[in-house]
């Protein structure tokens, strides 16, 4: 079965950095390895929908939402089986629930809390 676990979130001030971090297990078999599978994170605040922030396919090619464009980046480590997402010039907008999503299957994780305060 496959799992996606995120960690890595928290509270920062506005400007800061935090990166998040994706790490899938039962990933599949020896015919379809984590480096075939492509990644995304979404963003989730109250009231709202699940937006997607960044995505990152299989040969590494990323990308992002207009309003963090500049500021984070997506990224894999294969031999990890860990995707990333590092955030930068955190602002207070981008408080949320973020959420890794592998696209086959549609499989989610659970979730990590990022609060930026102002």
């Known amino acids: 079965q496959v799992q996606l676990v995120e960690s890595g979130g928290g509270l920062v001030e506005a400007g800061g950095s935090l990166t998040l971090s994706c790490a899938v297990s039962?990933?599949?078999?020896?015919?379809?390895?984590?480096?075939?599978?492509?990644f995304r994170w979404y963003r989730q605040t109250p009231g709202k929908q699940r937006e997607l922030v960044a995505s990152?396919?299989?040969?590494?090619?990323?990308n992002y939402a207009d309003d963090v464009t500049g500021r984070f980046i997506i990224s894999r480590d294969n031999a990890k089986n860990t995707v990333y997402l590092q955030m930068n010039s955190l602002k207070p907008e981008d408080t949320g629930v973020y959420f890794c999503?592998?696209?086959?299957?549609?499989?989610w994780g659970q979730g990590t809390q990022v609060t930026v305060s102002s």
């Open positions: 039962g990933t599949g078999t020896v015919f379809s390895p984590f480096n075939t599978f492509a």
């Open positions: 999503y592998r696209v086959v299957g549609a499989i």
């Open positions: 990152i396919n299989n040969l590494g090619a990323t």
